[in-house]
């Protein structure tokens, strides 16, 4: 070769890849120490020193924010949320879409003002950056535009519990209690509520399963990626991985299981309780796509490609391990929320015998070989890859250290099988397919057994469909078990039974009633949707007159409820679901006492009570079926 030939081989080498400024502004969204794209405040410098298009999010309550100034509504708005909803984000928006000019805004005053039309609105982008007496003069202006003055409308953002405390603090120096405080505290709470002169829109209560894909369309399919059409290290036999991972991402590879499946983990973990902000979302986004623990802070740019195909360490960008932050180190994973919330799903560490045999032993097992080339070897890259085969054959023929318990790599820097096998796992949830009459269930993969038919009864109740019969018959089963502290099998009815002592016995075979499993005449067990807390939740009414006992049935304790149902030992899973039950179960006891109260027959009582003679009812276990029937017993007492 001519050494014109091999310099201009070199040029085309080095020369940087079309998508090079794009994908570093990205790579600023995810987990890393200067993530500086994540704070709206320093994107429009950062959109500036890249030269492309900003990422666009939904904001879905924008429009009418607008129409509130358009249509001359009187008042004020109020945007709240907590830190990563997005509130300045929400805010620039509205600030340009009402005519602002974006130079006014990048400066670094906390307060601006803007004319629409006849109308000053004064916008505050956080409330929290502002000192007392600054503070105090922009709730003052608020006050008195909810109070009915025009002068001025007001734009604010700020954190709940920021708000709440100023206007608290505030009222203690003036010695009255502020006309905000009672209206904004009720909208946080309820927001069906609302004020004729004060819009609040609670970022916080609009994070859903939509918002994990509303932000993985504005990042994968971004205009931007039309740079990299053509990129040398992607073109030629070359695959890049992030190119892979985006088209997992939107769809073009899997058909958007992967993103169905991380939208129910988000869904979940919303209604365990952990609020994952727009922020993190974004951070999770970028790190799906350009994670890689090979790459500076786990997160690749394009530099990286060429020598990550080099060394043959493509299928270690899996994105499916980079959604649980397994591209970082555990530490800095652990520490962003994002990935503290998936990992509790036990994505990866969960086990499955079936599907655990069919990854070690399916390539030589001739029953498991056609499962194995159809859920395995049909992923070349991030399945049955080079180094997954070679770290399997190492574990089979029982090599030394292959079988590290703690998944050390070995001296020449492979990761060992079991860590390759639990980025399978991981795999596997997210492309194995959803077929209910399948050995290999992806839900079976994580500490979330029941989690589709959880998300299954949502949504059956949330439209008012009918309940499915196993599922009710579980949760019934399930409640029976904490009650009693038996293995009983009664599916047909609840018994509400203790021990004649301490409710928080953990045998109580001393029933004090027993109800229906379904409403009859409005007594019995129903499962319904709540709206509040936007889960189902278990109403029980134990006799007419008294009122209903409520359980908010969150993933972990509908979990705990069919694992006990299903044999589980209830402390086994959960103490703390163990103790909420309880708690339930001394409510349904009270409701069972005020009955008792409310009973017509008082006079036929009274005279039990004055001959001695006690009534009880013991549950007894039929041997044959397991179910528990009512035994009744006189006890007469000497008076």
């Known amino acids: ?66 129409s509130h100034f358009r249509d001359g509504r009187p008042g004020s708005i109020l945007v ?49 950056e502002l000192s007392g007496e600054e503070g105090d003069e922009v709730l003052d202006g608020l006050e008195r535009s ?93 695959r890049c991985p992030i190119s892979e991972n985006r088209s997992r991402v939107n769809g073009s590879v899997g058909g ?39 790459a500076k802070e786990g997160l690749m740019t394009c530099s990286d490609i060429d020598r990550i195909q080099q060394n043959g360490t493509d299928d270690r960008a899996s994105l499916y391990r980079n959604v649980f932050g397994a591209n970082l180190l555990k530490r800095r994973a652990l520490a962003r929320p994002v990935f503290r919330t998936l990992s509790l799903f036990g994505v990866g560490e969960e086990t499955a015998n079936g599907l655990d045999g069919l990854l070690v032993y399916g390539s030589d097992d001739i029953c498991l070989k056609e499962t194995f080339a159809r859920l395995v070897t049909a992923d070349c890259l991030y399945g049955a890859s080079p180094g997954y085969l070679a770290a399997q054959r190492r574990y089979l023929e029982g090599e030394e250290g292959a079988r590290d318990e703690e998944g050390a790599r070995d001296d020449g820097g492979e990761e060992s099988f079991l860590d390759r096998l639990a980025d399978q796992r991981r795999r596997l949830f997210f492309s194995l397919p959803a077929d209910p009459g399948s050995p290999y269930q992806h839900w079976g993969l994580t500490s979330f057994v029941y989690a589709g038919d959880y998300m299954s009864l949502t949504d059956a109740t949330e439209t008012k469909k009918a309940v499915d019969d196993g599922t009710r018959s579980r949760i019934v089963c399930g409640l029976n078990r904490v009650m009693t502290g038996l293995l009983i099998e009664n ?33 019995g067990v129903s499962i319904r949707f709540d709206k509040t807390t936007q889960r189902p939740c278990i109403d029980v009414v134990v006799a007419k007159g008294t009122s209903p006992v409520l359980l908010d049935l969150t993933p972990i304790r509908f979990e705990f409820l069919c694992r006990v149902a299903n044999g589980a030992l209830p402390g086994s899973f959960s103490n703390e679901c163990l103790e909420d039950l309880f708690a339930f179960k001394v409510r349904l006891l009270r409701q069972v006492e005020a009955a008792r109260r409310l009973s017509v027959e008082d006079a036929e009582e009274e005279a039990q009570e004055d001959s001695g003679a006690l009534d009880l009812s013991f549950i007894d276990i039929n041997d044959n079926d397991g179910h528990g029937a009512l035994r009744r017993m006189t006890v007469r007492v000497p008076v």
Request: charge should be positive; charged fraction near 25%.
């Open 1 to 66: 070769m001519s050494e014109k030939a091999r310099d201009g081989g070199r040029a085309a080498t080095c020369s940087s890849p079309p998508g090079l400024a794009w994908v570093r502004f990205l790579r600023n969204y995810g987990p890393i120490p200067t993530n500086g794209n994540l704070f709206d405040e320093h994107v429009s410098k950062a959109l500036s020193r890249a030269k492309v298009q900003p990422v666009n999010l939904p904001t879905p309550w924008l429009g009418e924010m607008e």
């Open 80 to 128: 709240a949320g907590t830190a990563g909803d997005g509130k300045t984000y929400h805010l620039r928006r509205l600030w340009s879409g009402l005519g602002g000019a974006s130079s006014k805004w990048a400066s670094s005053a906390s307060v601006k003002d803007l004319i629409v039309g006849q109308r000053r609105i004064v916008f505050v982008k956080d409330l929290s």
């Open 146 to 238: 909810v109070a009915g003055d025009d002068g001025a409308s007001y734009v604010v953002a700020t954190n709940h519990g920021q708000i709440l405390d100023r206007l608290r603090r505030r009222g203690e120096r003036l010695h009255r209690v502020s006309p905000l405080r009672d209206p904004i505290q009720t909208a946080f709470l309820d927001p069906g509520v609302s004020h004729p002169r004060l819009r609040i829109f609670d970022l916080s209560r609009a994070a859903k399963r939509s918002s994990m894909d509303d932000v993985l369309t504005a990042v994968a399919d971004h205009p931007e990626w039309a740079r990299c059409a053509g990129c040398p290290l992607d073109t030629g036999g070359k």
């Open 256 to 294: 958007g299981l992967f993103r169905r499946r991380l939208g129910d983990l988000v869904e979940l973990s919303r209604l365990n309780g952990a609020h994952l902000p727009v922020r993190d979302l974004l951070a999770l986004a970028a790190n799906v796509l350009l994670g890689h623990p090979d």
């Open 491 to 523: 599916a047909d009815r609840v018994f509400v039974a203790g021990s004649g002592g301490s409710a928080n016995a953990r045998v109580g075979t001393l029933c004090d009633t027993e109800i229906p499993a379904r409403k009859t005449q409005g007594v």
